[in-house]
């Protein structure tokens, strides 16, 4: 009777063992995933260079993001910038130097190499302007607003590391006039960019000095800017507005942290540019990732 009672205790001991050791992983694995859902990262980059354009100046930008995991396909995001001056763009065309803007977004995944992603950007002025309506949902021609809806190609999974844009804003502010600025029109402005990813490009050279540095030329273009929504771009034909290249470092500084450096070259090539802030431009940019 004894040894039964020995035998019994035992086998419940090690059920119970097993159920807890099972328990632990799978909350563990809840947690892990629930943990995945969120990412979001924090950036001050010397000035904002968007697509060969400079938004504000010289001035230091911050920059806050974040994403949320709505499926595995599915992710919302937010994403917004300020350089804090207290100046804007005037309709006489004075240089300024402020500004600010809040943008969201969703992204879905159709497979490894594809994603469908719209943007919808805001951009308000500081201060009332005349002219302009910083009201939001205002996607008329006095608005600040727009939709961007892209096509994401990453190659990098199946093939090389190969990355492309193609751009096309749907709705807001980006409309044609006629000769006499009358009668406006949806443009559908469209901007393609193909870029590549040189990982670890020097670790051959010292891994100790140059681990974890990629490098990433691109080339952007805008194929019809008739409404000029890309102001320092060529008007009536296609221009390269975006020629980089991007040096960034990483370092992890734990699980959950990671803290890329990066050094962005952006020349814009088009031939009648009416960029207030030049040609070339250098950005500096530093990053706190956690995920």
Known sequence: MTKKIFFIANL????????????NVVLDTILQEKEQKWDASLE???????????YGGNNITVQPAINYEITKRLTFGFWASTNFQKEYYFPDGSITNSYQEIDLSLTYEINKYLKIQVYDYYWPTVRKVDGVSNNYFNYGNDGVQSVDANLLFDFSDIWKPV?????????GNDFKYDSYGNNPKQNFTTYIEVGYSFENIFEKVS??????????????????NQAQYYSAGDYNKPSFINLGIKATHELELNEHFLFPISL?????????????????FIALGIKLNYQ
Do not use: H, M
């Open 12 to 23: 419940l001991l090690f059920s119970f063992d097993c159920f807890s050791q099972e328990s």
């Open 163 to 171: 990355k492309a844009t193609i751009s096309t804003l749907l709705v």
């Open 207 to 224: 891994k100790k000095t140059f681990q974890n540095i990629n490098i990433e030329p691109a080339i952007g273009a805008v194929l019809n």
């Open 44 to 54: 001050v980059v010397s000035r904002y260079i968007w697509r060969g354009q400079s």
């Open 264 to 280: 962005n070259y952006i020349y814009n090539a088009s031939i009648e540019n009416t960029e207030q802030f030049g040609r070339n």
